[in-house]
Protein backbone atom coordinates (compact mmCIF):
# COMPACT_ATOMS: atom_id res chain seq x y z
CA UNK A 1 0.00 0.00 0.00
CA UNK A 2 1.20 3.77 -1.07
CA UNK A 3 1.02 6.16 1.82
CA UNK A 4 1.97 9.61 0.99
CA UNK A 5 2.30 12.33 4.00
CA UNK A 6 -0.10 15.45 3.19
CA UNK A 7 1.75 17.88 1.49
CA UNK A 8 3.48 20.61 3.86
CA UNK A 9 4.63 24.18 2.58
CA UNK A 10 7.63 23.84 4.45
CA UNK A 11 11.07 22.88 1.89
CA UNK A 12 11.78 19.72 1.70
CA UNK A 13 8.95 17.91 3.94
CA UNK A 14 7.93 15.66 1.23
CA UNK A 15 11.78 13.97 0.27
CA UNK A 16 13.33 14.14 3.77
CA UNK A 17 11.50 11.79 6.14
CA UNK A 18 10.97 14.98 8.56
CA UNK A 19 7.05 15.25 6.71
CA UNK A 20 3.56 16.51 7.74
CA UNK A 21 3.21 12.56 8.93
CA UNK A 22 6.21 12.50 11.02
CA UNK A 23 6.81 15.64 12.94
CA UNK A 24 9.31 13.99 15.21
CA UNK A 25 10.72 15.62 18.90
CA UNK A 26 13.82 17.18 19.75
CA UNK A 27 15.42 19.36 22.00
CA UNK A 28 18.50 21.32 20.24
CA UNK A 29 19.71 25.08 20.91
CA UNK A 30 18.88 27.47 17.32
CA UNK A 31 21.32 29.44 16.46
CA UNK A 32 23.77 29.35 19.64
CA UNK A 33 20.88 30.09 21.78
CA UNK A 34 19.80 27.82 25.27
CA UNK A 35 17.85 24.26 24.25
CA UNK A 36 14.24 24.48 23.87
CA UNK A 37 11.46 22.37 22.41
CA UNK A 38 11.73 21.90 18.62
CA UNK A 39 9.46 19.87 15.89
CA UNK A 40 11.35 18.51 12.79
CA UNK A 41 9.27 19.62 9.66
CA UNK A 42 11.53 19.12 5.84
CA UNK A 43 14.80 20.91 5.33
CA UNK A 44 14.38 22.73 9.29
CA UNK A 45 12.87 22.67 13.03
CA UNK A 46 10.26 24.63 14.55
CA UNK A 47 11.17 26.44 17.74
CA UNK A 48 7.90 25.57 19.95
CA UNK A 49 9.07 28.25 22.64
CA UNK A 50 9.02 30.51 20.41
CA UNK A 51 5.54 29.82 19.27
CA UNK A 52 4.09 29.87 22.83
CA UNK A 53 5.70 33.13 23.25
CA UNK A 54 4.05 34.60 19.83
CA UNK A 55 0.66 32.81 20.95
CA UNK A 56 0.36 30.46 18.46
CA UNK A 57 -0.23 27.02 19.54
CA UNK A 58 -3.56 27.53 19.55
CA UNK A 59 -6.33 27.07 21.98
CA UNK A 60 -5.99 24.10 24.30
CA UNK A 61 -2.31 24.69 24.80
CA UNK A 62 -1.03 26.46 26.83
CA UNK A 63 1.59 28.92 26.47
CA UNK A 64 3.49 28.70 29.98
CA UNK A 65 3.93 24.96 29.24
CA UNK A 66 7.46 23.00 28.86
CA UNK A 67 8.50 24.68 25.74
CA UNK A 68 12.16 26.03 27.18
CA UNK A 69 11.99 22.84 29.03
CA UNK A 70 15.57 21.12 27.60
CA UNK A 71 14.31 17.81 27.92
CA UNK A 72 11.05 16.30 26.49
CA UNK A 73 10.49 15.15 30.14
CA UNK A 74 7.91 17.74 30.74
CA UNK A 75 6.31 17.86 27.69
CA UNK A 76 5.48 14.08 27.95
CA UNK A 77 4.41 14.48 31.66
CA UNK A 78 1.66 17.18 30.57
CA UNK A 79 -0.57 14.10 29.12
CA UNK A 80 -1.81 12.60 26.05
CA UNK A 81 -4.52 14.93 25.57
CA UNK A 82 -1.96 17.94 24.88
CA UNK A 83 -0.05 15.44 22.81
CA UNK A 84 -3.08 15.02 20.79
CA UNK A 85 -3.93 18.65 20.56
CA UNK A 86 -0.40 19.77 20.20
CA UNK A 87 0.30 17.79 17.12
CA UNK A 88 -3.22 18.69 15.38
CA UNK A 89 -1.87 22.10 15.43
CA UNK A 90 1.43 21.75 14.35
CA UNK A 91 -0.54 19.86 11.02
CA UNK A 92 -2.78 22.46 10.74
CA UNK A 93 -0.46 25.62 10.49
CA UNK A 94 2.18 23.49 8.81
CA UNK A 95 0.11 22.00 5.85
CA UNK A 96 0.71 23.52 2.82
CA UNK A 97 -1.91 26.46 2.52
CA UNK A 98 -2.00 27.14 6.23
CA UNK A 99 -3.37 30.95 6.55
CA UNK A 100 -0.71 31.24 9.81
CA UNK A 101 2.02 30.84 7.09
CA UNK A 102 3.81 34.17 7.47
CA UNK A 103 3.55 33.83 11.33
CA UNK A 104 5.32 30.65 10.90
CA UNK A 105 8.14 31.30 9.01
CA UNK A 106 10.35 33.44 11.08
CA UNK A 107 10.15 30.52 13.97
CA UNK A 108 11.93 27.78 11.79
CA UNK A 109 15.51 27.11 11.88
CA UNK A 110 17.43 24.80 9.16
CA UNK A 111 18.50 21.74 10.85
CA UNK A 112 22.44 22.54 9.77
CA UNK A 113 22.36 25.66 12.51
CA UNK A 114 20.82 23.31 15.19
CA UNK A 115 23.03 22.05 18.37
CA UNK A 116 21.08 18.90 19.20
CA UNK A 117 21.00 17.05 22.87
CA UNK A 118 19.96 13.96 24.09
CA UNK A 119 16.21 14.50 24.19
CA UNK A 120 15.80 13.48 27.86
CA UNK A 121 17.66 12.00 30.46
CA UNK A 122 15.08 8.55 31.53
CA UNK A 123 14.08 8.02 35.17
CA UNK A 124 15.04 4.33 34.04
CA UNK A 125 16.05 2.44 31.25
CA UNK A 126 15.92 -1.87 30.57
CA UNK A 127 17.48 -3.27 27.27
CA UNK A 128 16.07 -6.32 26.00
CA UNK A 129 17.15 -8.93 23.72
CA UNK A 130 14.53 -9.39 21.36
CA UNK A 131 15.87 -10.70 18.04
CA UNK A 132 16.32 -14.33 17.69
CA UNK A 133 19.01 -14.33 14.70
CA UNK A 134 21.02 -11.91 16.89
CA UNK A 135 20.42 -14.54 20.01
CA UNK A 136 21.92 -17.02 17.70
CA UNK A 137 24.86 -15.63 15.71
CA UNK A 138 25.95 -13.24 18.84
CA UNK A 139 26.11 -16.73 21.02
CA UNK A 140 27.88 -18.28 18.58
CA UNK A 141 30.41 -15.52 17.87
CA UNK A 142 31.30 -15.41 22.06
CA UNK A 143 31.41 -19.43 22.11
CA UNK A 144 32.99 -19.50 19.01
CA UNK A 145 31.45 -22.66 18.05
CA UNK A 146 27.60 -23.12 15.79
CA UNK A 147 24.75 -22.32 18.14
CA UNK A 148 21.51 -24.43 17.01
CA UNK A 149 18.72 -22.48 18.66
CA UNK A 150 17.88 -20.28 21.46
CA UNK A 151 17.25 -20.89 24.54
CA UNK A 152 13.88 -22.50 25.76
CA UNK A 153 13.90 -19.82 28.48
CA UNK A 154 14.61 -17.18 25.21
CA UNK A 155 11.51 -18.64 23.38
CA UNK A 156 9.11 -18.17 26.47
CA UNK A 157 9.96 -14.51 27.35
CA UNK A 158 11.57 -11.39 25.97
CA UNK A 159 15.32 -11.49 27.82
CA UNK A 160 16.42 -8.28 29.34
CA UNK A 161 18.51 -7.12 32.23
CA UNK A 162 18.40 -3.18 34.12
CA UNK A 163 20.65 -0.57 32.45
CA UNK A 164 22.22 2.63 33.64
CA UNK A 165 20.17 5.40 32.94
CA UNK A 166 23.26 8.04 34.61
CA UNK A 167 25.56 7.18 31.07
CA UNK A 168 22.59 7.69 28.42
CA UNK A 169 23.92 10.16 26.36
CA UNK A 170 22.96 11.79 23.06
CA UNK A 171 23.85 12.63 19.51
CA UNK A 172 27.52 13.29 18.28
CA UNK A 173 28.84 12.47 21.46
CA UNK A 174 32.61 10.88 22.18
CA UNK A 175 32.26 7.81 23.58
CA UNK A 176 34.96 7.03 25.58
CA UNK A 177 36.82 3.35 25.75
CA UNK A 178 35.66 1.50 28.64
CA UNK A 179 38.62 0.09 30.79
CA UNK A 180 37.44 -3.33 32.73
CA UNK A 181 38.55 -6.53 33.10
CA UNK A 182 39.22 -9.43 30.11
CA UNK A 183 40.95 -12.31 29.68
CA UNK A 184 44.01 -12.31 27.38
CA UNK A 185 46.05 -15.26 26.79
CA UNK A 186 44.71 -17.42 30.09
CA UNK A 187 45.27 -14.21 32.63
CA UNK A 188 42.98 -11.70 33.74
CA UNK A 189 43.76 -8.38 32.46
CA UNK A 190 42.77 -4.96 33.72
CA UNK A 191 42.66 -2.18 31.08
CA UNK A 192 40.76 -0.49 28.33
CA UNK A 193 38.54 -2.66 26.05
CA UNK A 194 40.18 -4.21 22.66
CA UNK A 195 36.90 -5.32 21.40
CA UNK A 196 34.82 -1.97 21.62
CA UNK A 197 31.02 -2.74 19.34
CA UNK A 198 28.46 -0.86 18.50
CA UNK A 199 24.43 -2.29 18.90
CA UNK A 200 21.58 -1.00 16.42
CA UNK A 201 18.59 -0.37 18.38
CA UNK A 202 15.10 1.33 18.92
CA UNK A 203 14.38 2.48 22.01
CA UNK A 204 10.64 3.02 23.12
CA UNK A 205 9.80 6.40 25.23
CA UNK A 206 6.82 5.66 27.42
CA UNK A 207 4.72 8.43 28.27
CA UNK A 208 2.66 7.84 31.59
CA UNK A 209 3.39 5.60 35.31
CA UNK A 210 2.44 2.79 36.56
CA UNK A 211 1.85 1.60 39.72
CA UNK A 212 4.25 -0.30 42.16
CA UNK A 213 2.58 -4.16 42.31
CA UNK A 214 0.65 -3.58 38.97
CA UNK A 215 1.34 -5.02 35.36
CA UNK A 216 0.73 -3.37 32.23
CA UNK A 217 -1.23 -5.30 30.12
CA UNK A 218 0.29 -5.88 26.18
CA UNK A 219 -2.78 -4.50 25.05
CA UNK A 220 -2.42 -1.24 26.38
CA UNK A 221 0.74 -0.81 25.18
CA UNK A 222 -0.42 2.47 22.90
CA UNK A 223 -1.63 4.42 26.22
CA UNK A 224 2.10 3.73 28.28
CA UNK A 225 4.08 4.51 24.94
CA UNK A 226 5.50 8.68 23.77
CA UNK A 227 7.55 7.15 21.03
CA UNK A 228 10.20 5.33 19.46
CA UNK A 229 14.17 7.05 18.71
CA UNK A 230 17.13 5.30 17.96
CA UNK A 231 19.58 3.56 20.44
CA UNK A 232 23.01 2.71 20.08
CA UNK A 233 23.69 0.56 23.23
CA UNK A 234 27.53 0.58 23.11
CA UNK A 235 29.36 -2.72 23.94
CA UNK A 236 32.99 -4.12 25.15
CA UNK A 237 32.74 -7.78 24.50
CA UNK A 238 35.62 -8.76 26.06
CA UNK A 239 34.96 -7.18 29.27
CA UNK A 240 31.12 -8.93 28.55
CA UNK A 241 32.25 -12.47 27.60
CA UNK A 242 34.63 -12.39 30.99
CA UNK A 243 31.84 -11.08 33.34
CA UNK A 244 28.87 -12.80 31.13
CA UNK A 245 29.09 -15.78 33.02
CA UNK A 246 27.11 -16.94 34.95
CA UNK A 247 25.53 -13.63 35.08
CA UNK A 248 25.30 -11.09 32.87
CA UNK A 249 26.70 -8.16 31.21
CA UNK A 250 27.74 -5.13 33.41
CA UNK A 251 30.67 -2.93 32.98
CA UNK A 252 30.18 -4.38 29.68
CA UNK A 253 27.83 -2.14 29.13
CA UNK A 254 27.09 0.10 31.50
CA UNK A 255 29.77 3.21 30.24
CA UNK A 256 27.81 4.95 27.35
CA UNK A 257 24.02 4.43 25.48
CA UNK A 258 22.76 6.83 23.07
CA UNK A 259 19.84 8.08 22.17
CA UNK A 260 18.71 9.68 18.76
CA UNK A 261 18.06 13.33 18.10
CA UNK A 262 14.41 12.87 17.38
CA UNK A 263 11.88 11.12 19.09
CA UNK A 264 8.69 9.82 16.21
CA UNK A 265 5.38 9.87 18.50
CA UNK A 266 3.95 6.38 18.43
CA UNK A 267 0.48 7.78 16.45
CA UNK A 268 2.83 8.76 13.67
CA UNK A 269 3.88 5.27 13.24
CA UNK A 270 0.37 3.62 13.39
CA UNK A 271 0.01 3.20 9.39
CA UNK A 272 3.20 0.90 9.63
CA UNK A 273 2.76 -1.50 12.56
CA UNK A 274 2.92 -5.72 12.01
CA UNK A 275 1.66 -8.23 14.10
CA UNK A 276 4.04 -10.81 14.89
CA UNK A 277 4.00 -14.53 14.91
CA UNK A 278 4.63 -14.72 19.15
CA UNK A 279 1.54 -12.87 19.82
CA UNK A 280 -0.56 -16.09 19.18
CA UNK A 281 1.80 -18.84 20.96
CA UNK A 282 2.93 -16.99 24.14
CA UNK A 283 2.27 -16.54 27.32
CA UNK A 284 -1.07 -15.45 27.56
CA UNK A 285 0.41 -11.86 29.16
CA UNK A 286 1.83 -11.73 26.13
CA UNK A 287 -0.41 -12.24 23.24
CA UNK A 288 -2.14 -9.27 22.11
CA UNK A 289 -4.14 -7.88 18.89
CA UNK A 290 -1.91 -4.82 18.36
CA UNK A 291 0.68 -4.07 15.57
CA UNK A 292 3.73 -2.89 17.39
CA UNK A 293 6.37 -4.10 15.34
CA UNK A 294 6.71 -1.51 12.89
CA UNK A 295 8.37 -1.18 9.26
CA UNK A 296 11.51 0.89 10.07
CA UNK A 297 14.24 0.24 7.89
CA UNK A 298 17.82 0.57 9.68
CA UNK A 299 21.14 1.34 8.80
CA UNK A 300 24.72 2.13 10.03
CA UNK A 301 27.43 4.16 8.54
CA UNK A 302 31.43 3.73 9.75
CA UNK A 303 34.07 6.04 9.08
CA UNK A 304 37.41 6.21 10.38
CA UNK A 305 39.57 9.31 11.43
CA UNK A 306 41.62 8.50 8.15
CA UNK A 307 38.77 8.68 6.15
CA UNK A 308 37.25 11.83 7.75
CA UNK A 309 41.10 13.60 7.17
CA UNK A 310 40.91 12.39 3.02
CA UNK A 311 37.72 13.60 2.88
CA UNK A 312 36.01 9.76 2.59
CA UNK A 313 32.39 9.40 3.04
CA UNK A 314 31.41 7.07 5.74
CA UNK A 315 30.71 3.29 4.03
CA UNK A 316 27.39 1.38 4.98
CA UNK A 317 28.23 -1.74 6.76
CA UNK A 318 24.93 -3.15 7.91
CA UNK A 319 20.93 -2.63 6.67
CA UNK A 320 17.77 -4.07 9.03
CA UNK A 321 14.83 -3.33 10.13
CA UNK A 322 12.73 -3.65 13.03
CA UNK A 323 9.87 -5.56 11.79
CA UNK A 324 12.82 -9.34 12.14
CA UNK A 325 12.04 -8.74 16.17
CA UNK A 326 10.82 -12.36 17.41
CA UNK A 327 9.42 -9.76 20.57
CA UNK A 328 7.38 -6.54 19.60
CA UNK A 329 7.28 -3.22 21.76
CA UNK A 330 3.85 -4.32 23.64
CA UNK A 331 5.35 -7.86 24.39
CA UNK A 332 8.29 -6.10 26.19
CA UNK A 333 6.71 -3.65 28.05
CA UNK A 334 4.04 -6.37 29.10
CA UNK A 335 7.04 -8.49 30.46
CA UNK A 336 8.86 -5.91 32.23
CA UNK A 337 5.51 -4.96 34.57
CA UNK A 338 4.90 -8.72 34.86
CA UNK A 339 6.39 -8.85 38.13
CA UNK A 340 4.63 -5.82 39.30
CA UNK A 341 7.66 -3.51 38.40
CA UNK A 342 6.43 0.28 38.20
CA UNK A 343 7.59 2.63 35.31
CA UNK A 344 7.24 6.57 35.08
CA UNK A 345 6.87 8.38 32.65
CA UNK A 346 9.94 9.28 30.58
CA UNK A 347 11.26 5.64 31.09
CA UNK A 348 13.46 4.04 28.48
CA UNK A 349 12.94 0.38 27.11
CA UNK A 350 15.67 -0.80 24.12
CA UNK A 351 15.18 -3.55 21.72
CA UNK A 352 18.32 -4.98 21.83
CA UNK A 353 20.10 -5.65 19.02
CA UNK A 354 18.30 -5.55 15.17
CA UNK A 355 19.44 -8.68 13.49
CA UNK A 356 17.77 -9.77 10.40
CA UNK A 357 17.72 -12.91 8.98
CA UNK A 358 20.91 -12.20 6.40
CA UNK A 359 24.61 -12.18 7.90
CA UNK A 360 24.41 -8.53 5.76
CA UNK A 361 21.52 -7.76 8.39
CA UNK A 362 23.48 -8.10 11.19
CA UNK A 363 23.48 -5.40 13.47
CA UNK A 364 26.84 -5.32 15.66
CA UNK A 365 30.22 -5.78 14.96
CA UNK A 366 29.97 -9.19 17.54
CA UNK A 367 27.86 -10.63 14.52
CA UNK A 368 29.58 -8.65 11.64
CA UNK A 369 33.20 -9.71 12.03
CA UNK A 370 32.30 -13.03 13.94
CA UNK A 371 34.06 -12.03 17.17
CA UNK A 372 36.46 -9.33 15.95
CA UNK A 373 37.42 -11.07 12.64
CA UNK A 374 39.18 -8.75 10.15
CA UNK A 375 35.76 -8.67 7.50
CA UNK A 376 35.28 -5.13 7.23
CA UNK A 377 37.66 -3.32 5.09
CA UNK A 378 37.18 0.19 4.53
CA UNK A 379 38.45 2.33 1.48
CA UNK A 380 41.22 4.03 3.61
CA UNK A 381 42.60 0.92 3.17
CA UNK A 382 42.29 -0.51 6.94
CA UNK A 383 39.97 -3.35 7.84
CA UNK A 384 38.10 -3.43 11.02
CA UNK A 385 37.35 -6.46 13.43
CA UNK A 386 36.38 -4.01 16.22
CA UNK A 387 35.99 0.07 16.75
CA UNK A 388 39.29 1.81 16.75
CA UNK A 389 39.57 5.39 18.32
CA UNK A 390 38.70 8.18 16.64
CA UNK A 391 36.03 5.75 14.21
CA UNK A 392 32.69 7.19 14.35
CA UNK A 393 29.36 5.33 14.03
CA UNK A 394 26.28 6.69 12.40
CA UNK A 395 22.79 5.27 13.07
CA UNK A 396 20.22 6.37 10.68
CA UNK A 397 16.58 5.14 10.15
CA UNK A 398 12.70 5.80 9.20
CA UNK A 399 9.76 4.59 6.73
CA UNK A 400 10.15 4.72 2.99
CA UNK A 401 7.38 3.99 0.54
CA UNK A 402 8.00 3.46 -2.89
CA UNK A 403 11.58 4.71 -2.75
CA UNK A 404 10.69 8.04 -0.78
CA UNK A 405 11.28 8.65 2.99
CA UNK A 406 7.87 9.35 4.53
CA UNK A 407 9.51 9.07 8.82
CA UNK A 408 12.87 9.77 9.74
CA UNK A 409 14.73 9.51 12.94
CA UNK A 410 17.14 11.48 11.61
CA UNK A 411 21.36 10.57 12.29
CA UNK A 412 22.93 8.92 15.72
CA UNK A 413 26.65 9.57 15.56
CA UNK A 414 28.78 8.50 18.03
CA UNK A 415 32.59 8.75 17.84
CA UNK A 416 35.26 6.75 19.49
CA UNK A 417 37.60 8.80 22.11
CA UNK A 418 40.70 7.25 23.63
CA UNK A 419 40.02 5.13 26.77
CA UNK A 420 41.21 6.97 30.17
CA UNK A 421 45.22 6.22 31.15
CA UNK A 422 44.67 3.14 33.85
CA UNK A 423 44.93 2.69 36.69
CA UNK A 424 43.40 6.14 36.72
CA UNK A 425 45.17 8.69 39.02
CA UNK A 426 43.97 9.21 42.66
CA UNK A 427 41.96 12.70 42.93
CA UNK A 428 43.03 13.93 46.60
CA UNK A 429 39.84 14.90 48.40
CA UNK A 430 40.25 18.30 50.09
CA UNK A 431 38.96 18.98 53.42
CA UNK A 432 35.63 20.66 53.94
CA UNK A 433 35.63 24.53 54.39
Known sequence: MSISPPPSWVPGSQTSGFSLACLPYGVG????????????????????????????????????????????????????????TLRARLRQILAEGAAERTLIEPHLHPLGSLDMSVPLSPPDFADFYASYHHAIRSAAAMRREPVEDAPSNWKAMPLGYHARSGTVTGPNADIRRPNGQYRSAGTVVTGASRALDFELEIGIILSRASALGERVAAEAFEQHAFGLTLLNDWSARDLQRWESVPLGPFAAKSFATQIGPWVIPIEALLPY?????????????????????????????????????????????????????????????????????????????????????????????????????????????????????????????????????????????????????????????LPRG
Not at 32 to 37: A, E, F, K, S
Not at 319 to 342: C, E, F, I, R
Not at 384 to 393: A, H, N, P
Open 29 to 84: APDGGDPRLLVAIGDHALDLAALAEAGLLGPGIPASGPWRAASLLPLIEAGADIHR
Open 273 to 429: GHKTETQATAADYLRHEGKWTFDIELEVHLQSAEMRRRGIAPVRITKSNLAHMYWDPAQLLAHLTVNGASTRAGDLIGTGTISGPEPSSAACLLELTEAGQPHIALPDGTQRGWLEDGDEVTLSGGVRRDGTAILSFGQLSGRVAAAHPFPLPIVPI
